[in-house]
């Protein structure tokens, strides 16, 4: 009863005063929200239009033989696209602003009714009170909703960070043409795997492309020896560069140095290179190995027909070597 009281005496303490000034504070927030919303909608309906006529112009490319300065003139292409797209983060920001303010807003007047409702004289005042609130709150909760519509023709999505999803990437190229998976891949992402040791060893991988949710796995065949290098990027994850170390090997620059000779032996392998995003969406291709010094470059050539072990996929950032290296037979990328 007393912690019913309580809060009976809290509501009844609003006042037609500051419900006053809630309205005034009320009428300056929606100015803004109205200029910055309809600024940013203006600018992030420009640059979707603007990226959805690149879209057209690259697959209109994509339909026909192009050559390779052609297939350059598609990259610059889509690299300003991407740029394009990833301005719209303002108009994102702006929105999820829009959204939190609005009904912040409409929870402050329903807490607030109780002043005015406390002032009414009359049923028919208080009738009138509530429609009023309702017909205040109406426009802040279904806004939010209408202008997310105005972000919703982007010819490829981008996450927060800017990156796409494998899938997204590849089917915004196979949309409307006949190019298949793997010649995407090669032709537009270009994946490409450099290790380098200096004191340490460094592992990193590059594309044409900020791709998010990805699994690379390099596997090197050479007589009784087998290395798997699984490079895994969770959704949302932009590193890049990783470094190793042993699960056993306390002595980390030794296990660097004995695994970058390793991979030099290996120069003659044979080379598999998965980019996939599941067990079961995989493309597999052979690979070369280029060897300058202290730099090591893996890279895709063809596609082949290969499985991929579940086992393998599973690794997650870890290289393996069949047979032991040393002390250690895998080694942990973080």
């Known amino acids: 009863m007393f912690d019913k009281f309580c809060i009976c005496d809290f509501f009844n303490g609003a006042s037609v005063y500051s419900v006053q000034y809630l309205g005034w504070a009320t009428a300056i927030v929606v100015a803004m929200l109205a200029l910055t919303s309809i600024v940013f909608s203006q600018f992030n309906e420009r640059s979707i239009q603007k990226s959805n006529d690149i879209a057209r112009s690259i697959r209109n490319y994509l339909n026909k033989e192009f050559d390779k300065s052609e297939e350059n003139i598609i990259k610059e292409d889509y690299d300003h696209m991407i740029y394009l797209l990833s301005n719209t983060s303002i108009y994102d920001k702006t929105m999820k602003l829009f959204t939190y303010l609005s009904y912040f807003i409409v929870f402050l007047w329903w807490f607030s009714l109780v002043g005015y409702l406390n002032?009414?004289?009359?049923?028919?005042?208080?009738?009138?009170?509530?429609?009023?609130?309702?017909?205040?709150?109406?426009?802040?909760?279904?806004?939010?909703e209408i202008l997310k519509g105005f972000n919703k023709n982007q010819p490829i999505k981008l996450n927060e960070?800017?990156?796409?999803?494998?899938?997204?990437?590849?089917?915004?190229?196979?949309?409307?043409?006949?190019?298949?998976?793997?010649?995407?891949i090669l032709r537009f992402l270009s994946p490409r795997i450099n290790i380098k040791f200096d004191?340490?060893?460094?592992?990193?991988?590059?594309?044409?492309?900020?791709?998010?949710?990805?699994?690379?796995?390099?596997?090197?065949?050479?007589?009784?020896?087998?290395?798997?290098?699984?490079?895994?990027?969770?959704?949302?994850?932009?590193?890049?560069?990783?470094?190793?170390?042993?699960?056993?090997?306390?002595?980390?620059?030794?296990?660097?140095?004995?695994l970058f000779n390793l991979l030099r032996e290996m120069n003659k392998s044979e080379v598999q290179i998965y980019i996939s995003n599941s067990l079961r969406n995989f493309n597999c291709f052979s690979g070369k190995i280029n060897i300058n010094r202290n730099k090591i470059e893996i890279y895709p050539i063809k596609?082949?027909?290969?499985?991929?072990?579940?086992?393998?996929?599973?690794?997650k950032n870890t290289i393996e070597v069949t047979p032991q290296l040393g002390k250690g037979e895998k080694f942990k990328i973080n």
């Open 199 to 258: 004191t340490i060893l460094e592992i990193n991988y590059s594309m044409s492309s900020k791709i998010s949710n990805l699994t690379c796995i390099v596997i090197l065949n050479n007589g009784d020896k087998r290395l798997i290098i699984n490079l895994n990027q969770d959704l949302f994850e932009s590193k890049r560069v990783f470094h190793i170390h042993s699960f056993e090997n306390n002595l980390k620059n030794q296990s660097d140095l004995g």
């Open 119 to 144: 002032d009414a004289k009359t049923l028919i005042d208080k009738i009138i009170i509530i429609g009023s609130t309702i017909l205040i709150s109406l426009p802040f909760i279904y806004l939010p």
């Open 303 to 315: 596609k082949i027909e290969r499985t991929l072990d579940k086992q393998i996929f599973e690794l």
């Open 161 to 184: 960070k800017g990156y796409i999803e494998l899938k997204d990437f590849i089917d915004f190229f196979k949309k409307n043409t006949n190019l298949v998976d793997s010649d995407i």
